[in-house]
């Protein structure tokens, strides 16, 4: 099987069911916000060597992968409710009282940064936050689970408390944001 089909040419793609739409569409925007995502986690992953972001995360793009397909899928042809559950949401909150343990309080805003890794996953969670604005634009025209924005709220968070310990890890301090600071 060839890996171009030419169908995508003419700027209108399937969705799971078989529906074509432009590629401009809010559903496909959402699964695509989502999916630019899960890359962005894929590159913090890259050079990571701390285990235990390492394993919540690769949990987390699988997840996300079912998010995806979830947003590619319109109702008309949902066979299956949305796989992301309360319990998904419970266990990125238990990742984040985790990570927070290890970590000094926030006394100061911070700036995005520190270590290669945790501005990987400061990228992450502003392109997590985009897609959660993609699924509410999308959830404000069409029937979204509600669980899907629950848990991309939440996952962005993760990625914030993440990139906070992959700055603990490295040894290297946050930067607190400084206002009225000159560069």
């Known amino acids: 099987m060839k890996l171009y089909t030419k169908r995508g040419d003419d700027g209108h793609t399937d969705l799971i069911g078989g529906a074509r739409v432009s590629k401009?569409?809010?559903?496909?925007?959402?699964?695509?916000a989502v999916d630019e995502l899960n890359a962005t986690i894929g590159l913090a992953l890259a050079d990571c060597a701390i285990d235990a972001i390492n394993k919540g995360?690769?949990?987390?793009?699988?997840?996300?992968?079912?998010?995806?397909?979830?947003?590619?899928?319109?109702?008309?042809?949902?066979?299956?409710?949305?796989?992301?559950?309360?319990?998904?949401?419970?266990?990125?909150e238990?990742?984040?009282?985790?990570?927070?343990e290890q970590l000094?309080?926030?006394r100061s805003f911070i700036l995005p940064g520190g270590s290669v890794l945790a501005a990987?996953?400061?990228?992450?969670r502003?392109?997590?936050?985009?897609?959660?604005?993609?699924?509410?634009?999308?959830?404000?025209?069409?029937?979204?689970?509600?669980?899907?924005?629950i848990?991309?709220?939440?996952?962005?968070?993760?990625l914030f408390a993440l990139a906070r310990l992959a700055n603990a890890k490295a040894g290297v301090p946050d930067v607190p944001w400084l206002p009225d600071q000159e560069a």
């Open 94 to 100: 238990s990742q984040i009282d985790a990570a927070s």
């Open 24 to 32: 401009n569409h809010l559903r496909v925007s959402a699964y695509g």
């Open 120 to 124: 990987r996953l400061h990228i992450a």
């Open 151 to 158: 848990y991309l709220n939440r996952l962005a968070d993760l």
């Open 126 to 149: 502003t392109v997590c936050r985009r897609a959660e604005r993609e699924v509410v634009a999308l959830a404000e025209h069409e029937a979204v689970d509600p669980t899907a924005t």
């Open 57 to 92: 995360l690769i949990t987390t793009q699988c997840r996300l992968f079912d998010l995806g397909a979830d947003l590619a899928t319109p109702n008309s042809a949902k066979a299956v409710s949305s796989r992301l559950t309360a319990e998904h949401v419970s266990e990125l």
């Open 104 to 106: 000094e309080p926030l």
